[in-house]
């Protein structure tokens, strides 16, 4: 079974309105970290977002937030006001067990391309 | 700047052939990861290390061969037994194994690697 999946392919979204980017995952462990990374053309990974497992309330960074819901295993990103610069991949990541263990290790989900409209 | 740094930015390798991949980091970052990415896929882990003169198998560890004889270095091999490697390889690193609280991964620019 996939850990971390993310279901939408590609996606557009126009400049200055909301978009959510959908993630859910499979973990048994009580304590894990979920991460958010964009990746532009150029290749490399930028970290945006942080949700611990334990955390009581969604994370925001910006123009970023995540909508965590434990219950149903999901932590969707919902970026804000959409700009030009926006347009990249997205990835859902998610880090096993508690903080140090297993490496801290990172599995991947497939991704999400956004392509933001002028 | 501190930062992560791979080369070379594209390698053309025919097969048969070994090539070596160069991540250099000056963060003071113990652990260090090497993730493959395919066209338009997700990253694959592919070898970590936690500390000096140690690492990992990832999910993906066949055919690449890697060293950690220094904190700031961590080349990746990719051996003729590596079936199909034309991918995008790229370097991270965390702050520590114990320390903070997220302890996000840190990312190089990647290198494109091409079989002829």
Not at chain 1, 31 to 38: A, E, N, P, Q, T
Not at chain 1, 77 to 106: H, P, T, W
Request: a neutral charge; proline letters at 3%.
């Amino acid at each position: 079974a996939q850990k971390i999946t993310q279901t939408q392919p590609g996606m557009f979204v126009q400049e200055k309105e909301a978009v959510t980017l959908d993630c859910t995952y499979d973990t048994s462990d009580q304590s894990y970290g979920l991460f958010w990374y964009k990746q532009p053309s150029s290749g490399e990974m930028i970290f945006l977002i942080y949700q611990g497992s334990y955390d009581e309330q969604n994370a925001t960074e910006g123009r970023y937030s995540l909508n965590f819901q434990k219950a149903r295993k999901s932590a969707n990103l919902v970026i804000s006001a959409s700009q030009l610069g926006d347009s990249a991949m997205y990835f859902c990541a998610m880090r096993e067990g508690r903080l140090g263990a297993a490496g801290n290790k990172l599995t991947f989900g497939g991704g999400t391309r956004v392509l933001v409209k002028p | 700047d501190g930062g992560i740094t791979q080369s070379p930015k594209y390698l053309f390798r025919k097969e048969g052939q070994n090539v070596t991949l160069s991540c250099e980091q000056n963060l003071n970052h113990d652990a260090m990861y090497w993730y493959r990415q395919d066209p338009g896929q997700g990253l694959r882990l592919i070898y970590y290390s936690q500390i000096v003169n140690d690492f990992q198998k990832g999910d993906i560890a066949e055919g690449y061969s890697v060293s950690r004889e220094k904190k700031e270095s961590f080349p990746l091999t990719v051996t003729s037994a590596q079936k199909n490697p034309t991918a995008f390889y790229l370097c991270a690193s965390s702050i520590d194994y114990w320390g903070g609280r997220i302890n996000e991964q840190f990312f190089g620019p990647g290198t494109r690697l091409t079989v002829l």
